[in-house]
Each structure stands twice: as C-alpha cells, then as structure tokens.
C-alpha cells in the first residue's frame, strides 16, 4: 500500500458512496416518507377524511366488523380486521373471497388446467356505524414508497431486493470508511464555510452526516437484518436439513400455532362472540389492546380466532399473539409472550428499522434523521462532481468541454436529487388529478410518478445545467408547496379546517409538503445565485482584453 491507511480509506469512501448513490438517494427519500405512510395513505383518501374522530370501543368496531363480513362474506376461508387506530380512523378489512369457477380461469390470469386464483377483497368500515364508507378512491398511497424503497416496483422482488442490499453493504463501508477518513469529524461538524467551492460541500456533507451518524449506522444494518434470511440462508438450510427445510425453522423460531394448516371440518357451527376473547387477552397482556383479529375458517367447527397484540412502544416489531377456538370460545395458545433471544433480537432489529414503535414525535425525529440522510448522500455525490470539475477548469476556460464521465454523473445528479422530488409530488397530484373512477387506478398513480421521474431525468441527462437545477428544483417547490391549495379544492379538510378540528395528520401532511416546498425553493434560488455569479465571471473575463494586450497598453503610456 504506497499511501496510508487513511488515504486509502478516502478513495474507498468515495467509489463506495458514488457508485450506488443514486440508488441509495432513492431509498433514503422513499424509506424517509415511509414512517409516515398511513398518514399519506389517509391524505391520499380524501373520502376518509369526515369519518368521525371520536374514539370507538374496540369491541365496538370488532362486532360491527364481524356483522359486515357476515353479511358479504360468510364463506370466506379467511377474515382479516385491523382496528383503528390514531394514524388509521376507519377500520380495515380484509377476506380471501371463494374461488373462482372453473370457467372463469382465464379472467383471473389463471392457465389453462391450472387452479384459479383467489382474490382478496377489502373494505374500509366506519367503526361508529359499522357500514362501508362511501367509495375510498383506490390508491396505494404510503405503502407505495415503502415497497418502492426495497422492491424497486418494476423490478422482479427478489432481483430488487438484492440491488438494494448490494447498496446497503456499499453504505456500510461508505460509512465506516468516511469515519475513518475524517480524523477531525467532530470538531468540523461545528465548521461550515459557505462560498468556498469543493470546501463548503465538505462541510456540509460533514454536518449532514455526523449530525444523524447513529440513524445511518442503525439503518443501514437493521435494513439488511430485515432481509438477512434472504442474503444468509445457509445457517437454516443447513440446520434443519433433514427437520422439514427452513420452513421447520420459521415455524420453530416464529411460532404461531400452525394457523396455515387449518382446514374446514365442513360442519356450520356459528362463530362465538370475539368480546370475551379480546377481554381475555387484553388481561393477559397487561391491558394492552388487540390491534389485529384473523378468523380462519368462519362458521365452522374448526374455526380459529387469532388476536394480535395492538403496536405500542416496545421495540420489536414482532407482537405475541393468542388463538381460541371459533366455535366455543375456548383458549388454545398464546404465541410469543417469551420469544426466543434470537428471534426478540431479529424483532427489535426490524422495530427500529421501520419505527413504528414510536410517537409522532419520534417518528418525525426519525423523519429529520431521513432528511439528513438524504442530504448526506447529495451532497456526497455533488461534491464528487464539483471536485472533479476543477481538473477541467483550464479547458473550459480555452471553450473546451468537460468529459463524458463527468457529464454522466452530473445528469443523473440532477435527475436523481433534483427529479425525484419532482415526481413524488406528481404521485401526489395525480392522486387527486385522475377521475377516481379510472382503471386500475393506483397504478396509474405510479405510473406518472415514473413518468415525470423519467422526464426529469431525460432533461438532466440532456441538459446538466445550472439552468436546469433550478428549474426543476423550483417546480418541486411550486408542486409541494401547491399540494395544500389541491387539497382544499378537492377534499372536505383543507388546512384551515384541519388546523382547528382535524384530521390531524391532514394538517400535518400539508404542514410538512409546504416546508419541503420552501426547502426546494431556498435551494433554486441558492442555484440561481450561483448561475448569476458565474455568468457576471464569464462576461468579465469575455470583455476583459488579454494579458499580450494590457502589457503592449502599458509600455505604449
């Protein structure tokens, strides 16, 4: 190694950062809005919006819930009800609907000789009244971001899924390595520089970076053990080898009653009431509340009533679980009041990742943490881009022209940090732009999130200029901060509204989207006062005659 450790390390800090940073530019922003996803979702569904705000017993909603499904869905293998809660009003239901008929394979994208497939059906429920709300516009809302930001959408799952772990790893040592690298890292996160060039991104992807340094570590690693039996197998596959596969293992290390498994008798007993069992669970756990019912096999002799423990503030993202028997009410188990050290582990590891643990408050710290994480990674890739621009300052001073390589990365700088702004607020608008009775109407939302973000990014690719930044970082400013005025012309809660009698996470997300919007904004008019700047320096230096001239002015006086 001809140069030092250190050095080393600053050249592995900068190929590790630059060659996925795009990639990983993409998962901050869309992992960032993800702690936030219901509370889009909720956005996204201005119908939900009068549901009424007052608290419902969640007996209440449990036994209006069953009264629906036994009405529309008596027969259905499998029921699913997630109670409301404060991030989500109404409640949630879900049911696996009957097969479909043999002759009806080909409308449900079954083959010829292939069972059809089944389908589930959902409604959202007021929890007062018990009834359907009126039509909720079908989006997917907040969930979109967080498959986005490890599904990749278009992309096979499991090829997206191991794209995004690739990433992960390079963060990692991107991380670890600019530790290194940055001796004084501490003492210049109380430095910044402005109007200093390749110094002043230095300092601000320093303050960017240390500001939220343990966020960065946590998320990255608990983001790969999210995913860890996907990347490791072997340990499992190995183990349990001649035990039944890795599925032994999961039942064995997330035991869960062998719920799969149940299968109808065929006999039609009526369902027993839910009330008691949740009153029994409730006390079992110390009073906190069912947030989840599952019933297999309703109306029937082998029926099972599943209650999962509602989210609260423990860590782990795994909540235990009690099973009685359908038909007479009896306790069968309760599952993970102990989990193993292992799993307990996995479960807060997945907990912190994705945060939902927390308050509204810690959740926006989380969401601050993302922002930085965000901001880390632009400024990374800029400042890359800004010190390699300095090599061709002569040719460019002589009307030569920058390389191909450096045209590259400073296109999709813009397309990514620039673009993608401007395409999530598109999501946005197009949810309340399309006719709500469109077809396939989610992802027709999708659909012009992808199309923008491919506009956006044709242009910065064509034109990496400074013209162009600003733009497209001014129209995610008017886009974002517009969304607010949308929502009063298109919902019942405008932020007037909202403000003084809620919903508030309407009033949150409309809050927030006006502050991202002048964050875009002060950054277009930063860009403009740097073209200005630049463009007074190439007209000085077009008027200003050359050094063979001023020496032949000055002898000749």
Not at 286 to 300: E, F, K, L, S, W
Not at 533 to 553: D, G, M, N, R, V
Request: net charge positive.
């Amino acid at each position: 190694m001809k140069e030092g450790f250190r050095q080393s390390m600053a050249w592995l800090h900068t190929w590790s950062g630059l060659l996925v940073g795009w990639v990983l530019f993409m998962v901050f922003a869309a992992g960032t809005a993800s702690y936030f996803k219901d509370e889009i979702t909720f956005w996204m569904k201005p119908e939900l919006h009068a549901v009424a705000q007052n608290a419902v017993p969640p007996v209440k909603a449990v036994e209006s819930a069953v009264a629906y499904l036994q009405q529309r869905a008596a027969d259905s293998p499998r029921w699913f009800i997630n109670l409301p809660n404060e991030r989500q009003p109404s409640t949630d239901v879900l049911y696996l609907a009957p097969p479909a008929p043999a002759g009806a394979a080909a409308a449900t994208g079954a083959k010829p000789g292939e069972k059809p497939r089944r389908r589930f059906d959902r409604a959202l429920l007021d929890p007062a009244t018990g009834e359907a709300v009126s039509a909720p516009r079908v989006t997917r809302g907040g969930e979109f971001f967080y498959r986005l930001h490890f599904d990749l959408h278009y992309m096979p799952a499991l090829w997206a899924r191991w794209i995004v772990g690739f990433c992960a790893m390079f963060m990692l040592v991107a991380i670890f390595s600019g530790i290194v690298t940055h001796k004084r890292i501490f003492k210049d996160f109380f430095t910044f520089r402005p109007k200093k060039g390749q110094r002043s991104w230095l300092d601000a992807h320093n303050v960017t970076a240390v500001l939220a340094l343990p966020y960065h570590l946590m998320i990255t690693y608990t983001g790969l053990v999210t995913l860890m039996f996907m990347y490791m197998p072997w340990g499992p596959q190995v183990a349990y080898k001649d035990r039944g596969g890795e599925q032994a293992f999961f039942s064995e290390a997330f035991p869960g009653g062998g719920r799969d498994q149940i299968k109808a008798s065929g006999n039609r007993v009526p369902l027993a009431p839910i009330a008691p069992m949740m009153a029994q669970a409730s006390a079992h756990w110390g009073g906190a509340a069912v947030g989840r019912v599952t019933v297999h096999q309703p109306n029937d002799a082998n029926a099972v009533v599943s209650l999962t423990r509602a989210e609260g503030p423990q860590l782990s993202y795994d909540q235990p679980s009690m099973q009685f028997n359908g038909a007479t009410g009896a306790l069968i188990g309760a599952f993970g009041d102990v989990p193993k050290p292992a799993a307990e582990t996995r479960g807060v590891l997945y907990g912190l990742h994705i945060g939902r643990f927390g308050d509204p408050l810690l959740r926006a710290l989380f969401f601050l943490s993302g922002l930085a994480g965000c901001l880390m990674v632009a400024t990374g890739l800029l400042m890359w881009a800004v010190k390699e621009r300095q090599k061709f300052a002569k040719t460019l001073k002589q009307g030569g022209r920058i390389s191909f390589g450096l045209r590259l990365v400073d296109g999709l700088n813009l397309g990514a940090i620039a673009g993608l702004p401007v395409a999530m607020a598109a999501f946005f608008w197009a949810n309340r732009l399309l006719p709500v009775d469109v077809a396939e109407r989610g992802e027709a939302e999708i659909r012009w999130f992808f199309i923008v973000w491919g506009a956006t990014a044709v242009l910065g690719l064509l034109r990496p200029t400074l013209r162009m930044w600003q733009a497209q970082l001014a129209l995610g400013a008017l886009l974002f901060a517009g969304l607010p005025v949308l929502n009063a012309f298109t919902g019942p809660a405008p932020l007037t509204v909202s403000l003084r009698s809620g919903p508030t996470s309407v009033a949150g997300f409309d809050l927030v989207v006006i502050a991202l919007g002048l964050g875009l904004a002060g950054a277009a008019w930063i860009v403009e006062r740097k073209r200005r700047k630049s463009f007074a320096k190439q007209a000085a230096a077009k008027t200003q005659p050359p050094p063979s001239t001023l020496a032949t002015s000055g002898q000749g006086s």
